[in-house]
């Protein structure tokens, strides 16, 4: 039992090196939304520069997602105990549905207005860049 927990530890430390490493590079880019305020791009390049922040986001979030129900997965096999596991999905669902509305009043407030579209994938961004940090703290505070 001590040599499986001991594996499962070391697992977990690995591999959470491996997604750190992993995105390292890429996520200081995919974070940078001034990257797309460029005053010489058109509306349909900034736009598309929005887009793909938000997709490379997306992969990582998932990423973090992913990590920590794999975490969550091998405590509940090591201790029988679900409950945690569960309790984080509903989390996550509850995340998007709070990142779809708050975003979306602000893109309704700034309707008709052209800004409207770049200021719900800046939110978008945000409070996805803040729910990756979250779980990388608790994930490194392990």
Not at 94 to 106: I, K, V
Not at 113 to 139: H, T
Request: glycine content about 0%; proline content about 1%; aromatic content about 12%.
């Amino acid at each position: 039992m001590y040599l499986k927990m001991k594996k499962t530890t070391f697992f977990n430390a690995f591999f959470a090196t491996l997604i750190s490493l992993a995105f390292s590079v890429n996520t200081c880019a995919a974070k940078k939304i001034q990257d797309c305020e460029q005053s010489e791009q058109s509306r349909i390049a900034h736009s598309q520069c929005l887009d793909r922040k938000i997709d490379a986001i997306d992969r990582e979030l998932q990423t973090w997602i992913n990590n920590q129900t794999f975490v969550l997965e091998e405590l509940a096999q090591t201790t029988g105990r679900h409950s945690s596991l569960e309790m984080f999905r509903r989390s996550q669902r509850n995340f998007t549905t709070y990142r779809e509305n708050n975003c979306r009043w602000q893109y309704l407030y700034v309707l008709p207005n052209v800004d409207a579209a770049p200021a719900y994938k800046k939110c978008y961004i945000l409070l996805s860049r803040n729910r990756i940090k979250e779980l990388s703290q608790i994930n490194n505070s392990k």
